[in-house]
């Protein structure tokens, strides 16, 4: 466990058939920033093979991976009072379901840590790339199948999350206010801008494609000024300095007493 107050965490989940390491652009410029030495990055990874390699092991549902994402939270990410989620493709809908969990078990209250969250190239309405071709597949992939247009479970999901997180105005059992900001490549033909997108008002494009969106090449690519932008934005107070009497309270409201 770290323990680590006054410290951001900021904590990455990878898309399909992908893994931690597709966040090490993103972390070497990180590690050499000082602007972000508040921010801790933690990347967070889970099994999405497209097939499983052995008869004993199947392929991890969303709503496997969303649970490991809250047991994750719990332990490594358990030091910090403050967290962001960067998520990138398959790993924003993780995020996603993760929120939807936990507010239909009526523990809202322990997502207010969480300041922000990050998407970039989610398939908020599904992916149509090589979709013909998908649905040949020989074997059934629990992932893949979620990351077709109009699945039920990612919208429900969507209309929760949109509904009890992104404009929700307290913190309760089922709601806790969270700013989402979902961000399109411009050039991504695996996730169109429109499914990036999707309904979420806080939304962006920024250049490269599905894959290079999340490969920022040093700190002026739009992509990593962007991120920071908002890990700044999230920054948390520093301990032992009191805020400015007078000036309203930027972060959300405990949960309601009686």
Known sequence: MVTAGGRLGAVFVHGFLSGPGTWDPFLRLLADDQDL??????????????????????????????????????????????????????????????????????????????????LFACPNNGSQFALSLRRRWPWKNPQERQLRPLDAVVTDTQRIVLNQVVHAREIGGSTCPIPVTALAGESDAVVTPASARSVFPDIGVLPGDHFAIIKPDGVTHRSYTTLKRLLLAARPEPEGIPEPEGLPDPRPPGPSQG
């Open 37 to 118: 030495a508040f921010a801790h990055p933690l990347a967070f990874g889970y099994a999405s093979p497209a097939l499983p390699r052995v008869a004993w092991r199947r392929v991890p549902e969303i709503d496997d991976i969303a649970d490991s994402l809250k047991v994750y939270l719990e332990t490594e990410a358990a030091g910090f009072d403050d967290l962001v989620l960067v998520a990138h493709s398959q790993g924003g809908l993780v995020v996603q379901r993760h929120l939807a969990r936990m507010l239909a078990a009526g523990r809202g209250a322990d997502l207010a840590r969480i300041r922000r969250i990050v």
